[in-house]
């Protein structure tokens, strides 16, 4: 199996665990990873369901042009991948997923915040961004800007998107979020609204890398 194989796997991995959680239904999100070595990325193409991923869904698309290089049309949203990868030479994978309950808190105005241990570490910083139409490069260009200081920014009624160094960082980040979305919905839901994980909390030394 080639590196490129490799990377096809574990997206498909990700996106049938993403849909066997509840995290994303049918085609309401995308993915992709960088390959190593080489200025060019790989994404799902467009209306692809996560949980049904073949490797003829993957097209390849140079990261310093944004053309696609070879494979079938990308998702609409390459344009948002292709702003990261290039803000971010340190990520390598991008998870993309309308995932309902972080929508639905930043929706009611509340700011998701970290709680627990885990999803203060994996998700230090949490950004947004205003609602965009889907596919614009008025999208791409705001979470290019976001994600300087952050591997987890909201969507504004959309979903939202998660950085790492691998498809399994990114995923992790994915569902550290949501569990963060959840539990600040909780928390407002019980009279106790602002409940986050302390700031002088220890956390071993990190920012924005992945």
């Known amino acids: 199996m080639t590196a490129v194989?490799?990377?096809?796997?574990?997206?498909?991995?990700?996106?049938?665990?993403?849909?066997d959680r509840g995290l994303?239904?049918?085609?309401?999100?995308?993915?992709?990873?960088?390959?190593?070595?080489?200025?060019?990325?790989?994404?799902?193409?467009?209306?692809?369901?996560?949980?049904?991923?073949?490797?003829?869904?993957?097209?390849?698309?140079d990261t310093v042009t944004g053309d696609v290089a070879a494979g079938p049309e990308p998702s609409s949203e390459y344009r948002?991948?292709?702003?990261?990868?290039?803000?971010?030479?340190?990520?390598?994978?991008?998870?993309?997923?309308h995932q309902q309950m972080t929508v639905l808190v930043d929706a009611m105005d509340l700011r998701i915040?970290?709680?627990t241990l885990d999803q203060?570490?994996?998700?230090?910083?949490?950004?947004?961004?205003?609602?965009?139409p889907n596919g614009s490069w008025g999208l791409g260009d705001a979470v290019g800007e976001q994600c300087v200081d952050s591997n987890a920014i909201v969507l504004a009624h959309h979903g939202a998107v998660t950085l790492g160094d691998?498809?399994?960082?990114?995923?992790?980040?994915a569902l550290n979020l949501e569990?963060?979305?959840t539990a600040t919905y909780r928390a407002a839901a019980a009279g106790h609204p602002g409940?986050?994980?302390?700031?002088?909390?220890?956390?071993?030394?990190d920012s924005t890398t992945v």
């Open 5 to 19: 194989d490799e990377l096809i796997e574990q997206l498909r991995r990700v996106g049938r665990e993403a849909v």
């Open 24 to 61: 994303v239904a049918a085609s309401g999100g995308n993915l992709s990873a960088r390959v190593a070595g080489e200025d060019r990325f790989l994404v799902t193409r467009t209306g692809s369901w996560l949980d049904r991923l073949t490797p003829d869904d993957f097209a390849s698309v």
């Open 80 to 97: 948002v991948h292709l702003r990261v990868y290039q803000a971010r030479p340190d990520v390598a994978s991008i998870v993309h997923l």
């Open 113 to 115: 915040e970290p709680l």
């Open 120 to 132: 203060a570490h994996y998700l230090r910083r949490i950004n947004r961004v205003e609602f965009f």
């Open 166 to 173: 691998t498809p399994d960082m990114a995923y992790r980040r």
């Open 179 to 181: 569990e963060a979305a």
């Open 195 to 205: 409940l986050r994980f302390p700031t002088d909390g220890e956390l071993p030394p």
